[in-house]
């Protein structure tokens, strides 16, 4: 549906001016400008002023459903335990599955959440959950958490898009991820460690007349413009311009530009070189990045899937962190790791474990969240949230208040107030520092 | 010896132990049999009245076991990568040694057929071999690209026969541990790119006692591996050229995988097919590609042994059951 710009009232674009909204946010200074009335004063301000090009944020989706019990939340020797052990990590006291033993040597650089609860065991419904911290519903469509962190963090200035999406293939990218916020904020998505489709100008065209073509374009769009500009129409000459800035930066996709050395650490897996693609997009401004890594849905044969997948997620992850955290990265950049659930501690018929969402684990790094703990409990066999239960709409406030972001605010989108984040839920503030 | 006449497969008994099963073996003498359970634990099985001991000393599962050839003797090899020495025949079994022999998952352990060496392979894809009476290590190699799945010995005494998630079946010989060919059984591996996943792998191997075929069981069609569609399947080669002779399948089976291969005699042989579609005992000879029998189980099984000469079948059942059925009328 075509949304026209309402730039007298403040349009989505205009609604809230990034760079203001996160100064005086956290001041607590104007937050009546954005939000209005009453409810302005309820706001928490957040802590320290930040420029929109301070923070990060990268999220694994494990695609599928990991298995908590085979990665952050082990039950060894119990009726649902399966056959891993569980390992000591960097942090006394705190041990994982053994299918991750390089990155037991990153648990100081760690935060698990071991008490997610979301209640929910359909693979579509879970994800969408997870991405935008609120349940489905037909009367709404919320922007998924790489949407509202490009709107919030992101600088045009980069040349690059403030959303990408890796997945095996580079699959995907053609929905509504942004929602309210407009398409300038949906995701583009990469295949693999490969800079994005149709980004590199064809040989036969020269760039005198590249540069032609391009000022004609221009011109007509001024010229429609004047009369006729929209919310899409606004979307679509910045796709163009976008398109034209990434193809100018193609080589921040292309992992060949970093020095062997680097690429040996990150070693050949897909994976590997997807996170490496990841750290680059990362170091060149872009705010979010989300890498899927596929697939957990281990109904059968739980076990033997889990050795190959969580063996090529440990290293790549691992890898990942230490890099981060070697070039002083993760003080500004948030990692998380999720699922659409996790995986039920009974073991099936043929040694599968099915959809789970009571009792599972989600994982966070750096920016400013807590370092080398647990938050959360499950009870022995790993059936029950015994302690610290937190939902996807926690999480989803935490993530924000994780880079600086204050969860608590709202947005003005066509002259209604939109809370950035579930208004039911909060950030769980003991993993915040 | 019993007459065999597997159209008249009954069980005998079922025993229940603690937790769901994972693996089983009779014993030579067929007057004991040791099954594996998800607690960790083993239970050796007196097979004339049901009673069970429980033997605890691994940290994991246990997937594969085997007898020395008296019967006293029992090594197991779990996925913690240790294998177990058990003396079995005593009132109170115990162990005798226990060695870190592997890294990750112990999926393959079998004694040889004159009794002296002991084989184990694993997730670490080296091939250790080892002296039944010590524990001693008397080699090892690395031998696979991939986790290897299973290991059999050649009844002449002089072969090892090794088999891996992709389907490769090498031929060593244990003499200098050269690699004499590799039998390809490539269909038994059913990657499934849209799930990213790699499945199936040789999950057993097994050798006529005349040594002249050699069986590889698993599974293909793997059209959907999460959701445990695949449909069973055993492969047929001839040991003498290494040449694949018949590809084994089973109609109306969606979801099978054959755990374990067992030549009966040098006519039959069988096989357990597990899965979504449940425990099935199958049998086949060297003139139909199809089976030439099936016998339903009363619940899924995950493993199987056969005591030719008795005409004994041992299941391990995920029902916590272990059964014993008898191939005669």
């Given at each position: 549906m075509t949304k026209l710009a309402r730039y007298a009232c403040g349009g989505v674009d205009h609604a809230v001016n990034r760079r203001k909204f996160l100064a005086t946010a956290s001041t607590g200074i104007g937050a009546a400008s954005f939000l209005g009335g009453v409810a302005s004063l309820s706001h928490r301000a957040v802590g320290s002023p930040i420029s929109k090009n301070d923070y990060r944020v990268v999220v694994f989706n494990m695609h599928g459903g990991l298995s908590q019990l085979e990665s952050w939340d082990p039950k060894p020797s119990t009726r649902t335990g399966g056959p891993f052990r569980a390992i000591p990590t960097s942090v006394p006291g705190i041990h994982i599955c053994e299918l991750l033993p390089k990155t037991a040597k990153q648990m100081h650089h760690l935060c698990l959440l071991r008490g997610v609860n979301t209640s929910e065991d359909d693979h579509g419904k879970g994800a969408y959950m997870m991405l935008t911290g609120r349940r489905q519903t037909p009367s709404a469509e919320y922007p998924q958490v790489g949407s509202v962190a490009a709107k919030m963090l992101h600088d045009d200035q980069t040349g690059l898009p403030g959303h990408i999406i890796v997945t095996p293939g580079g699959g995907g990218g053609r929905g509504n991820e942004a929602a309210y916020l407009g398409p300038k904020f949906n995701s583009i998505h990469l295949g693999g460690d490969k800079p994005p489709q149709n980004s590199s100008k064809p040989d036969a065209i020269a760039a005198d007349a590249e540069a032609r073509r391009h000022e004609l374009r221009r011109k007509i769009n001024e010229q429609y413009l004047?009369?006729?500009?929209?919310a899409v129409t606004d979307a679509y000459t910045h796709s163009y311009e976008q398109a034209l800035k990434l193809m100018e930066r193609r080589e921040v996709f292309d992992v060949s530009k970093e020095p062997q050395a680097a690429q040996d650490f990150y070693g050949q897996s897909e994976l590997g070189r997807q996170c490496l693609v990841a750290r680059r997009l990362l170091e060149n401004g872009v705010s979010f990045v989300q890498i899927t890594h596929s697939n957990y849905d281990t109904h059968n044969d739980n076990f033997n899937f889990h050795i190959e997948q969580v063996g090529e997620f440990d290293i790549a992850f691992a890898t990942f962190i230490e890099d981060l955290a070697q070039r002083g990265m993760l003080e500004k950049t948030l990692v998380v790791v999720l699922s659409e659930f996790g995986r039920t501690p009974n073991i099936n018929l043929y040694y599968g474990r099915d959809h789970w969402s009571k009792a599972w684990s989600v994982v966070m790094a750096g920016a400013k969240v807590a370092r080398g703990g647990v938050f959360g409990q499950t009870n022995a066999e790993g059936?029950?949230?015994?302690?610290g239960q937190v939902d996807h709409g926690d999480i989803f406030h935490t993530i924000l208040r994780a880079v600086g972001?204050?969860?608590s605010q709202s947005l003005i989108v066509d002259g209604r107030e939109l809370p950035i984040a579930d208004p039911a839920a909060e950030p769980i503030w003991k993993v915040l520092v | 010896m019993i007459d065999l006449d597997i159209t008249k497969s009954h069980v005998l008994h079922q025993w229940k132990a603690d937790s769901p099963l994972i693996a089983c073996r009779i014993s030579p003498t067929g007057q004991q049999c040791v099954s594996t359970s998800q607690d960790n634990h083993l239970q050796l099985w007196n097979m004339a009245n049901g009673e069970k001991l429980i033997l605890k000393g691994h940290d994991s599962w246990v997937h594969t076991l085997s007898y020395n050839k008296a019967g006293d003797q029992l090594i197991s090899g779990g996925c913690e990568g240790r294998l177990i020495w058990w003396s079995v025949l005593d009132a109170e079994p115990k162990i005798i040694r226990a060695v870190d022999a592997h890294q990750g998952w112990i999926r393959g352990v079998e004694v040889s057929p004159d009794g002296t060496l002991a084989v184990s392979v694993g997730n670490d894809r080296v091939i250790r071999l080892w002296k039944t009476d010590t524990g001693e290590k008397v080699h090892e190699w690395p031998a696979h690209e991939r986790h290897i799945y299973s290991a059999a010995f050649h009844p002449d005494g002089k072969h090892l026969l090794t088999g891996d998630l992709m389907g490769k079946i090498n031929v060593w010989k244990l003499e200098d541990r050269s690699m004499v060919r590799t039998l390809d059984g490539a269909t038994l591996y059913n990657p499934n790119k849209g799930q990213n996943a790699e499945f199936g792998g040789v999950r057993s191997l097994a050798i006529s006692p005349n040594g002249n075929e050699v069986f590889a069981a698993g599974t293909h069609k793997g059209s959907n591996p999460f959701g445990a569609v695949h449909e069973p399947l055993l492969l047929r080669f001839n040991w003498a050229d290494g040449a694949l002779v018949k590809s084994h399948v089973c109609d109306g089976?969606?979801?099978?995988?054959?755990?374990r291969t067992a030549a009966l005699n040098d006519a039959t042989v069988t096989a357990v097919s597990g899965g979504s579609s449940g425990g099935i005992l199958l049998f086949f000879n060297a003139t139909q590609e199809k089976e030439i029998h099936r016998a339903g189980l009363p619940s899924l099984a995950r493993d199987m042994d056969i005591h030719a000469a008795k005409g004994l079948v041992a299941t391990a059942h995920y029902d916590q059951h272990l059964r014993i059925s008898g191939l005669f009328a």
């Amino acid at each position: 549906m075509t949304k026209l710009a309402r730039y007298a009232c403040g349009g989505v674009d205009h609604a809230v001016n990034r760079r203001k909204f996160l100064a005086t946010a956290s001041t607590g200074i104007g937050a009546a400008s954005f939000l209005g009335g009453v409810a302005s004063l309820s706001h928490r301000a957040v802590g320290s002023p930040i420029s929109k090009n301070d923070y990060r944020v990268v999220v694994f989706n494990m695609h599928g459903g990991l298995s908590q019990l085979e990665s952050w939340d082990p039950k060894p020797s119990t009726r649902t335990g399966g056959p891993f052990r569980a390992i000591p990590t960097s942090v006394p006291g705190i041990h994982i599955c053994e299918l991750l033993p390089k990155t037991a040597k990153q648990m100081h650089h760690l935060c698990l959440l071991r008490g997610v609860n979301t209640s929910e065991d359909d693979h579509g419904k879970g994800a969408y959950m997870m991405l935008t911290g609120r349940r489905q519903t037909p009367s709404a469509e919320y922007p998924q958490v790489g949407s509202v962190a490009a709107k919030m963090l992101h600088d045009d200035q980069t040349g690059l898009p403030g959303h990408i999406i890796v997945t095996p293939g580079g699959g995907g990218g053609r929905g509504n991820e942004a929602a309210y916020l407009g398409p300038k904020f949906n995701s583009i998505h990469l295949g693999g460690d490969k800079p994005p489709q149709n980004s590199s100008k064809p040989d036969a065209i020269a760039a005198d007349a590249e540069a032609r073509r391009h000022e004609l374009r221009r011109k007509i769009n001024e010229q429609y413009l004047s009369q006729r500009r929209s919310a899409v129409t606004d979307a679509y000459t910045h796709s163009y311009e976008q398109a034209l800035k990434l193809m100018e930066r193609r080589e921040v996709f292309d992992v060949s530009k970093e020095p062997q050395a680097a690429q040996d650490f990150y070693g050949q897996s897909e994976l590997g070189r997807q996170c490496l693609v990841a750290r680059r997009l990362l170091e060149n401004g872009v705010s979010f990045v989300q890498i899927t890594h596929s697939n957990y849905d281990t109904h059968n044969d739980n076990f033997n899937f889990h050795i190959e997948q969580v063996g090529e997620f440990d290293i790549a992850f691992a890898t990942f962190i230490e890099d981060l955290a070697q070039r002083g990265m993760l003080e500004k950049t948030l990692v998380v790791v999720l699922s659409e659930f996790g995986r039920t501690p009974n073991i099936n018929l043929y040694y599968g474990r099915d959809h789970w969402s009571k009792a599972w684990s989600v994982v966070m790094a750096g920016a400013k969240v807590a370092r080398g703990g647990v938050f959360g409990q499950t009870n022995a066999e790993g059936t029950e949230v015994t302690e610290g239960q937190v939902d996807h709409g926690d999480i989803f406030h935490t993530i924000l208040r994780a880079v600086g972001v204050d969860s608590s605010q709202s947005l003005i989108v066509d002259g209604r107030e939109l809370p950035i984040a579930d208004p039911a839920a909060e950030p769980i503030w003991k993993v915040l520092v | 010896m019993i007459d065999l006449d597997i159209t008249k497969s009954h069980v005998l008994h079922q025993w229940k132990a603690d937790s769901p099963l994972i693996a089983c073996r009779i014993s030579p003498t067929g007057q004991q049999c040791v099954s594996t359970s998800q607690d960790n634990h083993l239970q050796l099985w007196n097979m004339a009245n049901g009673e069970k001991l429980i033997l605890k000393g691994h940290d994991s599962w246990v997937h594969t076991l085997s007898y020395n050839k008296a019967g006293d003797q029992l090594i197991s090899g779990g996925c913690e990568g240790r294998l177990i020495w058990w003396s079995v025949l005593d009132a109170e079994p115990k162990i005798i040694r226990a060695v870190d022999a592997h890294q990750g998952w112990i999926r393959g352990v079998e004694v040889s057929p004159d009794g002296t060496l002991a084989v184990s392979v694993g997730n670490d894809r080296v091939i250790r071999l080892w002296k039944t009476d010590t524990g001693e290590k008397v080699h090892e190699w690395p031998a696979h690209e991939r986790h290897i799945y299973s290991a059999a010995f050649h009844p002449d005494g002089k072969h090892l026969l090794t088999g891996d998630l992709m389907g490769k079946i090498n031929v060593w010989k244990l003499e200098d541990r050269s690699m004499v060919r590799t039998l390809d059984g490539a269909t038994l591996y059913n990657p499934n790119k849209g799930q990213n996943a790699e499945f199936g792998g040789v999950r057993s191997l097994a050798i006529s006692p005349n040594g002249n075929e050699v069986f590889a069981a698993g599974t293909h069609k793997g059209s959907n591996p999460f959701g445990a569609v695949h449909e069973p399947l055993l492969l047929r080669f001839n040991w003498a050229d290494g040449a694949l002779v018949k590809s084994h399948v089973c109609d109306g089976i969606p979801g099978g995988l054959l755990y374990r291969t067992a030549a009966l005699n040098d006519a039959t042989v069988t096989a357990v097919s597990g899965g979504s579609s449940g425990g099935i005992l199958l049998f086949f000879n060297a003139t139909q590609e199809k089976e030439i029998h099936r016998a339903g189980l009363p619940s899924l099984a995950r493993d199987m042994d056969i005591h030719a000469a008795k005409g004994l079948v041992a299941t391990a059942h995920y029902d916590q059951h272990l059964r014993i059925s008898g191939l005669f009328a």
